[in-house]
């Protein structure tokens, strides 16, 4: 949220309507009241500071804003005059025309003479504009150059010719006045947006008297509407003057109690109008706390949760802009976007203007705040420099406007601290593991093993995590979901130590049955602890963000995998590949033992009583284990060994090993985000043949490659369709068992998985050691398309609808424990 400097602070307490507080502004020196009569200057508050305020100002800061009221009376006088000959002109050219804002505005009830006066705004039909534009052009008034082009709401401002120089001063009643011709209320095409009901402004308008002025304006609730629109309008594009906010507010204060004057606002205008007024009543009501009707509270509780996060996130973001700029409002303008194509556009002209001033356009606001216009012969520096001043300003602003983003969408998931104190855990669980797990394969290769000793490693890894899973179940009841975490992150990288260091064949193998024993734990435990850390309504999220995560870790571990035994070497060249790698794995393990500091911190929430478990007998898990159990035993067999097929079948060095398995983590991130659209396209079940086909397809070719490069690309490929259809598969199951069932279920498939991977990594790699790569990732991908045979005889005849096999909700546990990582 922007901090809202110390004076303006001291203006909105002065200008509430309900209990408005002076001693702020009475503590201002007069630097400060320099910079606030500047603020209110531009946003068009001096007059009403004046009013207002009159016995807290200064003695000098009265005498300024008595002086700017009388130069506004003399403005004013020249408007009306301005207008009548105009109003006669139009009437001469048979235009109707109708007074937006301005004088027009309140109903009288504001003095005109103690509000800043600006252009004089009409509103003509479109089929009229252009016959009241030549009117206009007869009376000497001409459209400024350069604006041409500009998107708006009217044609670019006209103004008679004059030598009217900036001198400093807002209210100097020598001014041009100039006239703006508006042909509709609201630009839907620029906006992304917009209400419904506005042609009825036209016809429901009325005609006002103020002095000897009589004229055409919109009836009372649609110049309230109008006032919104305009203001929101002016928010979106961070040119919002703040009178516009407090005149809404002082309306709404006024009228409060005027129940049939809201009662007719609410019969006139649709929901998506009142919705949009109802954002600009939010800020008022926080700005300048006012009395709301009962009409106006309805609406404002109807806000979107978006809306009403950011207005009470950024919601005072547009009175920083003269002091710090930002683009906040750009947010809010994505939630009230109405197509995916309008929120695209929005986003990219926010971020990155693309639309470019003419030179014509540079001039006239450059002569607007200088002394005098630049000569002719310094036009294209003058724009050349107008130009690189909105450059920088746009790239300055970037990467807090991306952050505040960030911080906006991240608050809508509701997320408690709590959950990223388990994040931040479960990132150095997960990265300490994903580089012992790509070392580790390496390192026995390195000490003489042989995929086939490799292959009783890996198999007495998943074996201890089958053992593993009831008591770390146990462990969790009686213990609670904290302690058994601060077990699983002592334990696992205790014992991996001890593997690094005894590397005998008795002791590797029944370490690591003990390893997969303790990190089982991480599984049973991770999806009650995030269960406790989230709700209902945010879970799906929650757990797509630990496992998204989690993969995403994996492209660093990845690399800090690949690169840390050659860092290694570069300290100490006498070494031998096998210590560097060892020493690597020691520092891998002292990155897990850091998880330890945020899981000490955690505080869960008392578990409710276990239920009673029960594995349940449903039909379709009969159909459901047989497939996945040879889907398992194909992922399996490779999955495993990919680092041993990079050293040792393609004799690939470490480095690039790391950076293709880096490759592969990072597009497993893309695969997940894809997969949803395949699942839709296509139903569950083909949508999951269709990746089962394709990783097949991509074990034959690395089955067939020779050459490091193309065995890398193909890879990362296959480990992207492995990981896409893995979520879809448990998704499937949940979608397909009775929530009472869903524990045992998922209990089963997790031993099926298991019990699979540690068969087939045990097969494969005596196979390997035996027949090589190329026969065994032959039949390895063979296996995946009796798997892909056997879900589409199995599970999708057996559903009724392949479209109505439920959809992609949230990454499982299993999903990972099943992908045969370390």
């Not at 954002?279 to 978006?306: D, G, H, K, N, V």
């Not at 695969?671 to 659209?677: C, D, G, H, Q």
């Amino acid at each position: 949220m922007q901090r809202v400097p110390r004076n303006v602070t001291a203006l909105l307490e002065a200008l509430r309507f309900r209990n408005p507080r002076f001693e702020a502004l009475q503590s201002l020196d007069d630097h400060e009241w320099t910079e606030l009569l500047s603020f209110c200057d531009l946003m068009r508050l001096t007059l009403v500071l004046g009013k207002v305020a009159q016995d807290s100002l200064p003695d000098w800061v009265r005498l300024r804003i008595e002086r700017n009221l009388a130069d506004n009376h003399e403005r004013f006088e020249r408007t009306k005059s301005a207008y009548i000959e105009i109003a006669d002109s139009l009437r001469k050219a048979a235009v109707e025309h109708m007074v937006l804002k301005g004088f027009a505005h309140w109903l009288g009830s504001i003095d005109p003479r103690g509000r800043m006066q600006g252009d004089i705004d009409l509103f003509c039909l479109p089929e009229s504009i252009q016959r009241a534009k030549q009117a206009l052009c007869q009376l000497g008034y001409q459209p400024l150059r350069g604006f041409d082009h500009s998107p708006s709401d009217h044609l670019p401002a006209m103004t008679r010719k004059n030598n009217w120089k900036w001198r400093g001063n807002y209210f100097d009643p020598d001014i041009p006045v100039s006239v703006d011709l508006h042909f509709r209320f609201w630009d839907e095409n620029t906006a992304g947006f917009g209400p419904n009901g506005l042609e009825q402004f036209w016809p429901r308008r009325i005609h006002r008297s103020l002095d000897e002025l009589s004229f055409p304006a919109l009836n009372p609730a649609d110049s309230l509407a109008y006032g919104a629109l305009h203001a929101l309008r002016h928010m979106l594009h961070g040119t919002m003057s703040t009178n516009n906010i407090y005149e809404i507010a002082w309306f709404l204060h006024t009228y409060a109690e005027d129940s049939q004057f809201w009662k007719s606002w609410q019969d006139a205008h649709d929901p998506s109008l009142r919705q949009l007024e109802a954002i600009c009543f939010r800020l008022a009501a926080q700005w300048f706390p006012c009395s709301l009707p009962e009409q106006a509270e309805a609406q404002i509780a109807e806000l979107p949760e978006a809306v009403e996060r950011w207005v009470d996130d950024y919601g005072r973001s547009p009175l920083c802009i003269p002091f710090r700029p930002n683009k906040d409002a750009l947010w809010l303008h994505l939630s009230l976007a109405e197509t995916a194509r309008a929120r695209r556009s929005i986003f990219c002209k926010g971020l990155f203007p693309t639309r470019f001033p003419t030179i014509e356009a540079v001039e006239v606001q450059s002569a607007s705040v200088r002394n005098s216009v630049r000569p002719k012969r310094l036009r294209v520096i003058t724009y050349l420099s107008h130009l690189t001043r909105r450059t920088s300003h746009h790239a300055r602003i970037l990467p807090q406007t991306l952050w505040h983003g960030l911080d906006w969408w991240w608050s809508s998931k509701n997320l408690v601290g709590e959950f990223l104190t388990f994040l931040s855990a479960s990132f150095f669980y997960t990265l300490g593991m994903f580089i012992y797990f790509f070392l580790f394969n390496l390192y026995l290769l390195d000490l003489g093993y042989k995929e086939n000793f490799l292959g009783l490693v890996t198999g007495a890894l998943a074996a201890g995590g089958i053992v593993g899973i009831l008591p770390a179940g146990l462990l969790a009841q009686r213990f609670g979901t904290r302690k058994a975490l601060l077990a699983c992150f002592t334990l696992v990288p205790t014992i991996s130590v001890l593997r690094a260091l005894f590397t005998a064949e008795v002791p590797q193998i029944t370490l690591a049955f003990i390893t997969g024993a303790f990190a089982s734990i991480w599984g049973v435990i991770i999806s009650p602890a995030l269960a406790q850390l989230t709700t209902e309504k945010n879970r799906p999220f929650g757990f797509s963000v630990v496992f998204s995560s989690g993969i995403g870790v994996g492209v660093l571990g990845g690399l800090a995998g690949g690169r840390l035994p050659g860092w290694l070497a570069h300290i100490n060249p006498s070494g031998t590949s096998a210590h560097f790698k060892q020493i690597a794995l020691l520092i891998s393990c002292a990155i897990i033992f850091l998880a330890l500091w945020p899981a000490s911190r955690l505080r869960f929430a008392s578990a409710p009583p276990p239920e009673k478990k029960f594995y349940p007998r449903n039909p379709f898990l009969m159909r459901f284990l047989p497939a996945i159990a040879i889907w398992s035993l194909a992922t399996g067999a490779f999955t495993p060994f990919f680092n041993a097929y990079f050293a040792q079948h393609l004799h690939m060095p470490v480095e690039r090993i790391g950076l293709y398995f880096s490759a592969a983590q990072f597009l497993q991130v893309v695969a997940i985000l894809l997969a949803p659209m395949i699942f839709k396209k296509f139903g569950m079940v083909l949508g999951i043949v269709y990746m089962q086909i394709a990783t097949a397809i991509s074990l034959g070719c690395l089955a067939s490659t020779h050459v490091a490069a193309a065995a890398g690309l193909v890879y990362v490929g296959y480990a992207a369709f492995q990981w896409m259809s893995e979520p879809g598969m448990y998704s499937l199951l949940m979608n397909q068992v009775r929530p009472s069932e869903r524990s045992g279920a998922s209990a089963m498939n997790a031993l099926v998985i298991s019990s699979s991977q540690a068969v087939a990594a045990v097969i494969a790699g005596s196979a390997l050691a035996r027949f090589g790569y190329a026969i065994v990732l032959d039949a390895v991908a063979v296996m995946a398309l009796v798997a892909a045979l056997m879900f589409r005889l199995l599970l999708y005849n057996a559903l009724a609808s392949p479209h109505k096999q439920g959809s992609l909700a949230v990454l499982s546990p299993v999903a990972e424990h099943s992908s045969g990582q370390d």
